[in-house]
């Protein structure tokens, strides 16, 4: 069983950045793929990126490519999301997850976190 805390969401202006964080509790932290997903008020949650066991290997919906860079330290048992060129509509809960087994398009995450709120505005 995989526990995942969040942190690091906030009120940012467009163009601003962000860097968010999330902690995984348990030893198979480095079995797991990682991703991001966001979920805005009245929408349906959604992809944002994933990172393979190793860190080797990224996902990224279109809309972050370019801005979003996902990482992972599994000696830290933790996994990043840096945010750059805010734009509001980025503005969402964002939420961290977790499956065990490797990374591909479309798979379904077993563990999820609470979620930390990202705002873009001026």
């Known amino acids: 069983q995989l526990q995942l805390v969040e942190s690091g969401g906030g009120l940012v202006q467009p163009g601003g950045s962000l860097r968010l964080s999330c902690a995984a509790s348990?030893?198979?932290?480095?079995?797991?793929?990682m991703a991001w997903f966001r979920q805005a008020p009245g929408k349906e949650r959604e992809f944002v990126a994933a990172?393979?066991?190793?860190?080797?290997?990224?996902l990224y919906t279109d809309s972050v490519k370019g801005r979003f860079t996902i990482s992972r330290d599994n000696a830290k048992n933790t996994v990043y999301l840096q945010m750059n060129n805010l734009k509001p509509e980025d503005t969402a809960v964002y939420y961290c997850?977790?499956?065990?087994?490797?990374?591909?398009?479309?798979?379904?995450?077993?563990?999820w976190g609470q979620g930390t709120q990202v705002s873009v505005s001026s």
């Open positions: 997850a977790a499956a065990l087994g490797i990374l591909r398009p479309g798979r379904q995450y077993d563990y």
């Open positions: 348990g030893r198979t932290f480095s079995s797991h793929t």
């Open positions: 990172i393979s066991r190793s860190g080797g290997s990224t």
